[in-house]
């Protein structure tokens, strides 16, 4: 099956880097398949798991907490703000997490509205990022 | 001529000395390893960063609703230095030269009569920026006691210019930071964060680079993607900066060992021939005493 070039960069370091088939990636606006041969686009990310396809299986799960994706045809490169393998995502450490964006978002009440829903994207990305940690 | 005792109290100190300096010159290399591993793989997020941004930026540019940390207030009145250097002293003339370049940078501004706000990073920019202009510091960071710096802490001083710009608090935002050429050579650097210097989208062959969509559409994902870049525009200098800090010191370490050896043997040097004049001088007088007898 054809294949693409998937790069997965965090500020701290490279992750991925190399072909696969397919992945999932989780977008702003809802998931997205991404095959090759897609037209270029840059999309946001929400916090989310990205899934990597290879021989219709999939191979690989990593965290993302936002950033951005940069698709050409031939290559996706994703900037995560943060990310980590799946498989060591600690429970304790989302669980800690979903509490303090909950508070934050508590705090961010009587605020703008931009700072409530930033404060809400943040608390959503942490709700995720429990659920991968639990489902793993 | 110091009498014996003396001298080897001081050929002791020393000696004890260069073991110290030897030790520290070992940590900071050691230190300065890590520091360039962390840098090398802060890398490619800043070189992939930097084509994104130029693929927006001339989706957006000539825009008359651009962002401010793209553009900057328009104005070019009040400028903010963030000043970069080491929490800790005994490394050289590495912070010594960036606060002097910090300092050439700030007389030139003000000599043309524009407002200089000042954020320092680091313990000993701060000390040596504040004897002298205390009135401009606006803040200060500093990392003491933190082991490594990570992205979380250029976050928040990215946060922090952010807002200041928001308050419209300055106009113009440069990073004064030492640019790690290699171990034994820093260059004091300005760079401009705030209007942003857009990197040129480079054309790469056989791929339409210009047509990308968006989704959702250019103006969200730049104003997510700009606090971004400056974040990791700082947190390459922090990265930098701490990597150079410890090349210097770990050259400044050498060079004080050398001197230390040195210093031992001239002490030593001193210590024999002192010794040998004072067994002469007591064999001539038992000669003498017998003679005289």
């Known amino acids: 099956m054809a294949t693409f070039d998937l790069e997965l960069v965090s500020p701290e370091k490279l992750l991925l880097s190399r072909p696969v088939e397919m992945a999932i990636i989780p977008a702003a606006e809802g998931e997205m398949g991404v095959l090759p041969g897609m037209a270029p686009m840059i999309v946001a990310l929400k916090g989310g798991v990205i899934r990597v396809q290879e021989n219709g299986q999939t191979t690989e799960r990593l965290f993302v907490l936002g950033g951005f994706a940069e698709i050409t045809p031939t290559r996706v490169t994703v900037l995560a703000d943060e990310a980590t393998p799946v498989a060591s995502l600690s429970r304790a450490a989302a669980a800690a997490r979903v509490k303090e964006a909950e508070a934050a978002y508590d705090a961010a009440g009587s605020e703008t509205p931009e700072t409530r829903e930033a404060a809400m994207d943040r608390l959503l990305a942490a709700r995720e990022m429990a659920a991968a940690a639990e489902a793993a | ?293």
């Not at chain 2, 010794?275 to 000669?287: G, H, S």
Request: glycine share 8%.
């Open chain 2, 1 to 293: 001529m110091a009498n014996l005792k003396e001298l080897r109290g001081r050929i002791n100190s020393v000696k004890s000395t260069r073991k110290i300096t030897q030790a520290m010159k070992m940590v900071a290399a050691a230190k300065l390893r890590r520091a360039q591993q962390q840098a090398e793989a802060a890398r490619p997020y800043a070189e992939r960063m930097a084509r994104m941004l130029g693929a927006l930026g001339q989706a957006v540019a000539g825009n008359p609703d651009a962002p401010k940390l793209l553009v900057g207030t328009g104005a070019d009145q009040v400028h903010l230095l963030v000043v970069v250097t080491g929490d800790r002293g005994l490394a050289g003339p590495f912070n010594t030269n960036v606060s002097r370049f910090a300092r050439a940078r700030i007389r030139a501004l003000e000599s043309e009569g524009k407002t200089v706000k000042i954020l320092t990073v680091g313990r000993k920019g701060a000390s040596y920026l504040k004897r002298e202009f205390a009135s401009r510091v606006v803040g200060e960071v500093s990392f003491q006691g933190k082991k490594r710096v990570g992205f979380e802490d250029a976050n928040e001083i990215a946060t922090r210019v952010t807002a200041m710009l928001e308050a419209g608090e300055f106009d113009v935002c440069t990073l004064i930071y030492n640019r790690f050429r290699n171990v034994i050579s820093q260059t004091p650097t300005g760079q401009q964060l705030i209007p942003a210097e857009l990197p040129e989208a480079k054309a790469e062959a056989g791929d339409a680079q210009a047509w990308y969509e968006y989704e959702p559409d250019e103006a969200t994902i730049l104003a997510q993607l700009l606090p971004k870049n400056l974040a990791i525009q700082i947190y390459r200098a922090l990265l930098e900066n701490s990597a150079g800090f410890f090349g210097s010191q770990m050259n400044a370490m050498d060079n004080a060992t050398r001197n230390a050896g040195d210093m031992i043997n001239k002490l030593t040097l001193t210590y024999n021939r002192t010794r040998q004049a004072n067994i002469t001088r007591e064999l001539i007088e038992i000669i003498s005493g017998a003679e005289a007898l």
